[in-house]
């Protein structure tokens, strides 16, 4: 069936994005892409693995002294996140 009015190609993909319910999985690949553009070469070195979910993003490092140090600065981390993503999508971060 076609349609008779002009629709914007962008407006059709987030409603194929919506009909699959594949928000999360775009966002998770979104932030695993920002992740080196914030963070510098000794705490890419150690990350071990990043996965998001629902605003939660949960960063596995191999150094615990790292750890406490990213801890220490997870709101700038955030920040730091939603802009490289152009999006409000980041409200915590969770390491292991």
Same mark, same amino acid.
């Given at each position: 069936?076609?349609?008779?009015?002009?629709? /914007?190609?962008?407006?059709?993909? &987030?409603? #194929?994005?919506?009909?699959?319910? !594949?928000?999360?999985?775009?966002?998770? =690949?979104?932030?695993?892409?920002?992740? /080196?553009?914030?963070?510098?070469? &000794?705490? #890419?070195?150690?990350?071990?693995? !990043?996965?998001?979910?629902?605003?939660? =993003?949960?960063?596995?490092?191999?150094? /615990?002294?790292?750890?406490?140090?990213?801890?220490?600065?997870?709101?700038?981390? !955030?920040?730091?996140?939603?802009?490289?993503?152009?999006?409000?999508?980041?409200?915590?971060?969770?390491?292991?």
């Amino acid at each position: 069936m076609r349609r008779k009015e002009v629709v /914007p190609l962008s407006s059709l993909l &987030k409603d #194929l994005i919506k009909a699959f319910k !594949i928000e999360d999985k775009l966002d998770e =690949v979104e932030i695993i892409h920002a992740w /080196p553009k914030i963070v510098d070469k &000794k705490v #890419l070195a150690c990350t071990l693995e !990043i996965s998001y979910a629902r605003g939660l =993003v949960r960063v596995q490092l191999s150094s /615990p002294v790292l750890r406490a140090e990213l801890n220490m600065r997870r709101t700038k981390l !955030i920040e730091d996140l939603n802009k490289v993503c152009k999006a409000n999508i980041v409200k915590e971060i969770h390491f292991k």
